[in-house]
Nanobody, 115 residues
Framework: QVQLVESGGGLVQPGGSLRLSCAASGIIFSFYDMGWYRQAPGKQRELVALITSRGTTNYVDSVKGRFTISRDNAEKRVYLQMNSLKPEDTAVYYC?????????WGQGTQVTVSS
């Protein structure tokens, strides 16, 4: 049974930082491309950051220079370090694992950026 469990969300002031973590089980983690998506109220889910099985990273333009995705294959975890947070970063953040046609999702963690 595949499980992706996110943690690390919360309420933070503008300019602050958070580190999201996603723990995976039930998959050969190192084979999978891992991603962080987010969905704000009334908006479509969007890809925020991706790290491939080989370690190549990609980011949506709005977070470049502020967010960093990383992975620990030994611990089966993927992280999203978020710095200089803005109110428009407020959303539910989801972890994903993709290999071929198979994609798995976590339950999401809320990130709220507000003063």
């Amino acid at each position: 049974q595949v499980q992706l469990v996110e943690s690390g969300g919360g309420l933070v002031q503008p300019g602050g930082s958070l580190r999201l973590s996603c723990a995976a089980s039930g998959i050969i983690f190192s084979f999978y491309d891992m991603g962080w998506y987010r969905q704000a109220p009334g908006k479509q889910r969007e890809l925020v950051a991706l790290i491939t099985s080989r370690g190549t990273t990609n980011y949506v333009d709005s977070v470049k220079g502020r967010f960093t995705i990383s992975r620990d294959n030994a611990e089966k975890r993927v992280y999203l370090q978020m710095n200089s947070l803005k109110p428009e970063d407020t959303a539910v953040y989801y972890c994903s694992a993709a290999l071929g046609v198979a994609t798995y999702w976590g339950q999401g963690t809320q990130v709220t950026v507000s003063s």
